[in-house]
């Protein structure tokens, strides 16, 4: 089920992957955990995906650490807030990107890439 893929690293092809933004996961195998979403992707568009899962986790941790410690929200709660909120759209558009038609629709349907 590899294709082609036509564009940068043409000589890349790209494999079927299976994920779960939920559990910040990229599976090869399709029966390993629960999944919401299969793309194509070359390994350069995992290896993009697994950083920006990273950085959505480093995020999501900073966060719990600083809302455990306040009780308001500040303007930093909001910058954190709007951080993340970049992070998870970067990884959809990417999603979108390497989605195959059904995972496209997912996406469109969700409404958070703004076209």
Same mark, same amino acid.
Not at 96 to 102: I, L, M, N, S
């Given at each position: 089920m590899n294709e082609a893929y036509e564009g940068e690293g043409a000589s890349q092809d790209r494999k079927p992957y299976y994920v779960s933004v939920q559990a910040g996961q990229i599976l090869e195998d399709q029966a390993a955990a629960v999944y919401e979403l299969d793309i194509l992707a070359t390994d350069e568009e995992v290896a993009t995906l697994r950083e920006l899962f990273e950085e959505l986790s480093t995020m999501d941790e900073a966060s719990m650490f600083h809302f455990s410690r306040t009780f +308001? @929200? +500040?303007?930093?709660?909001?910058?954190?807030?709007?951080?993340?909120?970049?992070i998870l759209n970067e990884?959809?558009?990417?999603?979108? @990107?390497?989605? +195959? @038609? @059904? +995972?496209?629709r997912h996406i469109d349907s969700m409404r958070m890439l703004g076209g």
């Open positions: +308001t @929200e +500040t303007d930093s709660d909001q910058s954190m807030n709007s951080a993340c909120d970049d990884i959809y558009r990417k999603l979108h @990107e390497c989605g +195959t @038609e @059904e +995972t496209k």
